[in-house]
């Protein structure tokens, strides 16, 4: 079994629509990451939690929000989708911030 | 914004042959990580190395850090076909969070 799991793996969503990107992990890491990629780019950071009561905004945080339910998940959702969050979208965890970090396979979201 | 800037942007070289990829960041970093990334999955941790260090190797793997020019090289000896990805650079500046370049993609052909 995968260590982070990202549900769902792709998802084909219309405009306005509210969308949720889930991720679990089961390494026992406190931090976790959303990232998004877009083709020829690397990675950007949307939001990202060192624990349950602690969540941060990275470079790209609107029109995003998160969830940290558990220390094992780590929601991310869009409100109202618009076609330029069409993307590739990686959850990561590491158990300090400057260690390594473990990535999920990735949500590819297209919006239409 | 990008604080790793990975050049080439793209490589393609024989099985056998060598890959020499080149990372530039602009301000002082607490470590730098070499992440690779295959075709529809997730980034894998290769290696990380220490401000304080000058080179590390990890098997067929070589990193240096040159922090005077804030320059990193991964070289990849002796490639194989499976050694076919994306490979990113990562820096952590101290805020406990890495910033990725927009990674190199290497392809070996066999």
């Known amino acids: 079994d995968a260590d982070v799991t990202q549900t769902p793996r792709n998802r084909i969503t219309k405009t306005g629509k509210r969308i949720m990107l889930e991720c679990s992990q089961t390494?026992?890491?406190?931090?976790m990451y959303w990232y998004r990629q877009d083709p020829g780019l690397g990675l950007r950071l949307i939001y990202y939690?060192?624990?349950?009561?602690?969540?941060n905004k990275g470079e790209i945080s609107d029109g995003y929000s998160v969830s940290r339910q558990a220390q094992a998940k780590f929601s991310l959702s869009l409100e109202s989708a618009i076609p330029n969050q069409t993307a590739l979208y990686f959850c990561a965890t590491s158990a300090l911030g400057w260690q390594p970090q473990h990535f999920g396979d990735g949500t590819r979201l297209s919006i239409l | 914004s990008q604080q790793g800037e990975e050049d080439p942007q793209a490589l393609s070289i024989q099985e056998g042959e060598n890959a020499t990829m080149n990372c530039s960041y602009k301000?002082?970093?607490?470590?730098l990580q070499w992440y690779r990334q295959n075709s529809g999955r997730g980034l894998v941790h290769l290696i990380l190395?220490?401000?304080?260090?000058r080179e590390k190797h990890s098997g067929r793997l070589r990193v240096t850090l040159d922090t005077s020019k804030k320059s990193s090289s991964l070289l990849i000896t002796a490639s194989r076909a499976a050694d076919t990805a994306s490979y990113f650079c990562?820096?952590?500046?101290?805020?406990?969070?890495?910033?990725f370049g927009q990674g190199t993609r290497l392809t070996i052909n066999p």
């Open positions: 939690s060192f624990d349950v009561k602690d969540i």
């Open positions: 390494k026992g890491h406190d931090r």
């Open positions: 301000t002082s970093i607490n470590n």
């Open positions: 990562a820096t952590e500046q101290g805020a406990q969070k890495l910033v």
């Open positions: 190395i220490r401000s304080n260090e």
